[in-house]
């Protein structure tokens, strides 16, 4: 499975960004997609995480409590794609954000086996 990240990029406080992410290869291997990211000198965190896939009807997602209200995390089937809409931003939120996904929704919110490659989001306040 291969990840392809876009839409990060410099931004002031309370604005808003929007992340996408494509998966693409062994689709079928994938039930849950979302979003992690990592400040400078701090630990990788989860973000958003929600079920994905054409098999998966159940709409289960997992936001850290920082970014609940403030970001969403939403999908496209049809386009094996995962969205991470992100407003009122903080100059806390800046740091590489990943995408990663895993073919189960409670492995992909501590330990996703599939990543990829990071994009920035820099909001200056």
């Known amino acids: 499975v291969q990840l392809q990240a876009s839409g990060g990029g410099l931004v002031q406080a309370g604005g808003s960004l929007r992340l996408s992410c494509v998966a693409s290869?062994?689709?079928?291997?994938?039930?849950?997609m979302g979003w992690y990211r990592q400040a400078p000198g701090k630990q990788r965190e989860l973000v958003a995480v929600r079920t994905t896939g054409t098999m998966i009807t159940d709409d289960s997602t997992n936001y850290a409590d920082s970014v609940k209200g403030r970001f969403t995390v939403s999908r496209d089937n049809a386009k094996n794609a995962v969205y991470l809409q992100m407003n009122s931003l903080k100059p806390e939120d800046t740091a590489v954000y990943y995408c990663?996904?895993?073919?189960?929704?409670?492995?992909?919110?501590?330990?996703?086996?599939?990543w990829g490659q990071g994009t920035l989001v820099t909001v200056s306040s």
């Open positions: 990663a996904a895993d073919a189960n929704f409670m492995v992909i919110t501590t330990r996703p086996v599939y």
């Open positions: 290869g062994s689709i079928l291997r994938v039930n849950a």
